[in-house]
């Protein structure tokens, strides 16, 4: 366009000084037509020129007009063409992106199958370990997800029981002050000849102890153990007092709240004494409360002489304990200290260890040494 409009401004130019100039040519030709016929002849040609001129300015005018339409229209069509091309990379492009954005959701799909497939396959428990080996597998630290997990980076270790009652227990809570130079909850780390988690020093009946959470979400079994030494008078079941209290002269362990009992270890006095003794005892103390039931081991302290100290040759519920144990009094169908029961339903709360006495700590106190809470 912009050749045509060069070109065609002169032409238009010179058509309008043709068209102007012609009118005075041929006044000034009449003028002199009086003069010679030479004149008049050669200012008829020069008339006849112009006028040719002009006229061949008006076509050469008109063919550029039509060169500037057809250049117009060539312009017009290249842009269109340009569009076309244009549009048709785009789409190219386009089309492009979105398959290379479908190949990326592909890939996004294939991880996250991958990924949900591992965490579909991945033990939750170490009943899921037990059930998912082809041959069976050592007691010992294994990987799960535990509940609530949403990927492999939540993995935690835990300690699998796979050899008592048909294995497939998740450790939920290990208690060994020698070892861990404290401990859980709000019981009181004492070194006393051994290292053991006891009451807080108080002056009346009380009970400290921890809650302990079960990484596998619903259980319906606990099992564990519990030993440890007395201190002072205890007297095992005398108090006579409810669950969620110092009932017991002992380890209280529960579940929940309301509490529901999972299984107690007390401690009596020398065993000779009405009242004090364990319910079993060759002279028998108070029997349990209801919500204990046969669900427990009670050790008699058995020598009087060493009754006002932590006593570490007296290791209580161990298998070991030279005094009387329950006896015919628990139901236990694991030996002393191990116990396991079976809930009355599945639950995911946490499992309380609590020890309690209802004197002062100055009268009666209990301590921990190792204990063991897992859960199927
Ligand atoms: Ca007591």
Same mark, same amino acid.
């Given at each position: 366009?912009?050749?045509?409009?060069?070109?065609?401004?002169?032409?238009?130019?010179?058509?309008?000084?043709?068209? #102007?100039?012609?009118?005075?040519?041929? +006044?000034?030709?009449?003028?002199?037509?009086?003069?010679?016929?030479?004149?008049?002849?050669? #200012?008829?040609?020069?008339?006849? %020129?112009?006028? %040719?001129?002009?006229?061949?300015?008006?076509?050469?005018?008109?063919?550029?007009?039509?060169?500037?339409?057809? @250049?117009?229209?060539?312009?017009?069509?290249?842009?269109?063409? $340009?569009?076309?091309?244009?549009?048709?990379?785009?789409?190219?492009?386009?089309?492009?992106?979105?398959?290379?954005?479908?190949?990326?959701? *592909?890939?996004?799909?294939?991880?996250?199958?991958?990924?949900?497939?591992?965490?579909?396959?991945?033990?939750?428990?170490?009943?899921?370990?037990?059930?998912? %080996?082809? /041959?069976?597998?050592?007691?010992?630290? *294994?990987?799960?997800?535990?509940?609530?997990?949403?990927?492999?980076?939540?993995?935690?270790?835990?300690?699998?029981?796979?050899?008592?009652?048909?294995? !497939?227990? +998740?450790?939920?809570? /290990?208690?060994?002050?020698?070892?861990?130079?404290?401990?859980?909850?709000? $019981?009181?780390?004492?070194?006393?000849?051994?290292?053991?988690?006891?009451?807080?020093?108080?002056?009346?009946?009380?009970?400290?102890? @921890?809650?302990?959470?079960?990484?596998?979400?619903?259980?319906?079994?606990?099992?564990?153990?519990?030993?440890? /030494?007395?201190?002072?008078?205890?007297?095992?079941?005398?108090?006579?007092?409810?669950?969620?209290?110092?009932?017991?002269?002992?380890?209280?362990?529960?579940?929940?709240?309301?509490?529901? =009992?999972?299984?107690?270890?007390?401690?009596?006095? +020398? !065993?000779?004494?009405? #009242? /004090?003794?364990?319910?079993?005892?060759?002279?028998?103390?108070?029997?349990?409360? %209801?919500?204990?039931?046969? =669900?427990?081991?009670?050790?008699?302290?058995?020598?009087?002489?060493?009754?006002?100290?932590?006593?570490?040759?007296? =290791?209580?519920?161990?298998?070991?304990?030279?005094?009387?144990?329950?006896?015919?009094?628990?139901?236990?169908?694991?030996? $002393?200290?191990?116990?396991?029961?079976?809930?009355?339903?599945?639950?995911? @709360?946490?499992?309380?260890?609590?020890?309690?006495?209802?004197?002062?700590?100055?009268?009666?106190?209990?301590?921990?040494?190792?204990?063991?809470?897992?859960?199927?």
């Amino acid at each position: 366009m912009d050749s045509g409009r060069a070109g065609g401004l002169p032409l238009v130019f010179l058509a309008a000084y043709a068209v #102007l100039l012609t009118p005075w040519l041929v +006044t000034g030709a009449e003028k002199v037509s009086a003069r010679t016929d030479f004149e008049s002849t050669k #200012l008829k040609s020069i008339d006849a %020129a112009l006028h %040719a001129i002009s006229a061949r300015l008006q076509v050469v005018e008109s063919q550029s007009e039509q060169s500037a339409i057809r @250049a117009s229209q060539a312009i017009v069509d290249l842009a269109r063409l $340009m569009e076309q091309s244009l549009s048709s990379k785009l789409d190219e492009q386009e089309q492009r992106l979105q398959s290379s954005i479908q190949q990326e959701i *592909y890939q996004v799909q294939r991880q996250l199958h991958k990924l949900e497939s591992q965490l579909s396959s991945y033990p939750r428990s170490c009943k899921d370990i037990l059930e998912g %080996a082809s /041959y069976p597998p050592p007691s010992g630290l *294994y990987d799960i997800i535990p509940e609530g997990g949403a990927s492999p980076t939540d993995v935690i270790k835990v300690h699998c029981d796979m050899e008592r009652s048909g294995g !497939g227990w +998740t450790r939920i809570a /290990y208690i060994n002050p020698s070892q861990q130079g404290q401990c859980p909850g709000n $019981m009181r780390y004492q070194n006393h000849r051994t290292n053991l988690c006891t009451r807080q020093a108080n002056s009346s009946g009380s009970c400290n102890g @921890a809650s302990f959470q079960s990484p596998i979400g619903e259980y319906s079994e606990v099992m564990g153990f519990v030993t440890g /030494y007395r201190d002072h008078s205890t007297n095992a079941f005398f108090a006579r007092l409810p669950l969620e209290t110092f009932y017991v002269d002992g380890v209280s362990i529960t579940q929940g709240t309301p509490m529901e =009992h999972i299984w107690t270890y007390a401690v009596s006095d +020398t !065993g000779a004494t009405p #009242l /004090y003794s364990c319910p079993c005892s060759r002279v028998p103390g108070r029997q349990s409360p %209801a919500f204990v039931g046969s =669900h427990y081991y009670c050790t008699d302290y058995g020598r009087a002489w060493q009754r006002w100290t932590f006593s570490d040759d007296h =290791h209580l519920w161990s298998n070991t304990a030279r005094s009387v144990v329950g006896g015919s009094c628990t139901d236990s169908t694991l030996p $002393m200290p191990w116990f396991h029961r079976q809930l009355t339903g599945n639950t995911t @709360a946490p499992v309380q260890v609590r020890i309690c006495a209802d004197s002062g700590t100055s009268d009666e106190n209990v301590g921990i040494d190792e204990a063991a809470i897992f859960v199927r």
